[in-house]
């Protein structure tokens, strides 16, 4: 039977989902199908046989399959300290820590550097794992509207004299937008200033930068680079994500970051995946250039028809549309022609920006691509052919 409580707090919730459907932003669990535009798989490592081979051996060789306890109490394996020692060479910092995701790497960083005298500058269209994590920091903070490095210089500016850290936290790829951060400017800044700097480079590693070292990796020597994150569940088709700077930071993190500290190991045969993903990688330069090709291909395409892609420049492409019934619109259409495509809604992105966000893989066939571009041209014409139907329809 339920009680009084249960009861209260079931119609709470019910409403507050009715409220999410009235305004079009319930969301809900569904496989996907068709031509994939949502996954962040963008090598098409998750589909290779190598990589497939590699976890089987991998399992037939782990010590355990479960990770049994956080790495500080029966979790740690050999694996992960060749691991990280590889991934930092690779990066070329002087050390990388292992987290279990890249919310965990993200909210443990920002948590352990960064307290309630320090102040961080977060681009407002940061990830919400950043988001969080300065939140949870304590830390002032000032969110800058998205790329606009006047404001931030102004902050910067402003805040120059006062105690504690600063710390500039930016996407290297803006995950909704797909365009890269001004790292040249920022670094600029951080060095005018006397700030340090956050990357998250979370949709560039292994795509972007020298050998798919990330957009950063330049300005890792940079005495200004505090951390930067590259992630493994994406481009390489794996779980977690790597911390990366200098072996003080590592050694720090390992004694405060809460999300290290107490998250139980992922088994050690991750570990393997990781490194076999990251060992196909270094020699996919090829593929890289052609993802980097289909990209610009389709952005040209989408232009054409007179589509808004914002500022993309990666394989990220958003499609800009306004409001959630155009984009929740063109979506239905997209998938019922065999794309499988989102619709990208407040409170993701602003209100008003609501998007259709095309995830590129080198997987995907450019006739599919061309098709993609003529198929959002026929919603478009059926969406004037309405438009101008009900004007009709007002004047007779």
Not at 69 to 98: K, M, N, P
Not at 199 to 209: C, I, R
Not at 250 to 271: C, E
Request: net charge neutral; with cysteine.
């Amino acid at each position: 039977m339920q009680s009084e409580f249960q009861r209260r707090f079931s119609a709470e919730m019910q409403n507050e989902l009715r409220a999410l459907s009235a305004r079009e932003q319930r969301r809900s669990l569904a496989e996907i199908s068709g031509v994939n535009l949502c996954s962040n798989d963008y090598l098409g490592l998750a589909e290779r046989a190598e990589l497939r081979q590699a976890v089987l051996a991998a399992v037939a060789d782990a010590p355990r399959l479960g990770g049994t306890g956080s790495r500080l109490l029966s979790g740690q394996a050999s694996i992960w300290d060749e691991l990280e020692s590889e991934f930092a060479g690779w990066v070329g910092t002087d050390a990388a820590l292992y987290f279990g995701s890249g919310y965990a790497a993200n909210i443990g960083l920002l948590t352990s550097i960064a307290g309630r005298d320090d102040l961080i500058l977060s681009d407002a269209a940061n990830h919400a794992s950043l988001i969080d994590g300065v939140r949870l920091s304590g830390a002032r903070k000032y969110v800058y509207p998205h790329a606009d490095l006047n404001h931030l210089e102004t902050a910067l500016r402003e805040h120059h004299r006062t105690r504690g850290r600063k710390l500039i936290v930016t996407e290297t790829i803006f995950s909704m937008s797909g365009d890269v951060a001004q790292l040249r400017e920022i670094f600029e800044l951080a060095e005018r200033y006397d700030a340090g700097v956050i990357l998250d480079e979370a949709h560039a590693t292994a795509v972007h930068g020298p050998g798919g070292r990330g957009i950063g990796n330049e300005y890792v020597a940079s005495g200004h680079l505090v951390a930067a994150v590259h992630t493994c569940g994406k481009a390489l088709a794996s779980a977690g994500a790597f911390v990366c700077g200098s072996t003080l930071l590592k050694d720090y993190l390992v004694n405060h970051a809460r999300s290290f500290i107490f998250t139980t190991a992922l088994p050690p045969y991750m570990g393997a995946q990781i490194r076999a993903a990251l060992r196909l990688a270094h020699g996919m330069d090829a593929e890289r250039a052609n993802l980097r090709l289909k990209a610009q291909r389709l952005v040209a395409a989408l232009h054409a028809e007179g589509l808004d892609t914002a500022n993309s420049t990666t394989q990220i492409i958003p499609v800009i549309l306004g409001e959630n019934e155009a984009a929740l619109s063109s979506a239905t259409f997209l998938q019922e022609r065999g794309f499988a495509v989102r619709a990208i809604r407040p409170p993701t992105v602003a209100a008003g920006a609501s998007r259709l966000r095309l995830s590129l893989a080198t997987s995907i066939a450019d006739s599919e691509l061309a098709r993609l571009a003529e198929t959002l041209k026929n919603w478009q014409g059926l969406q004037r052919e309405t438009v101008a139907a009900g004007v009709a329809a007002g004047t007779s």
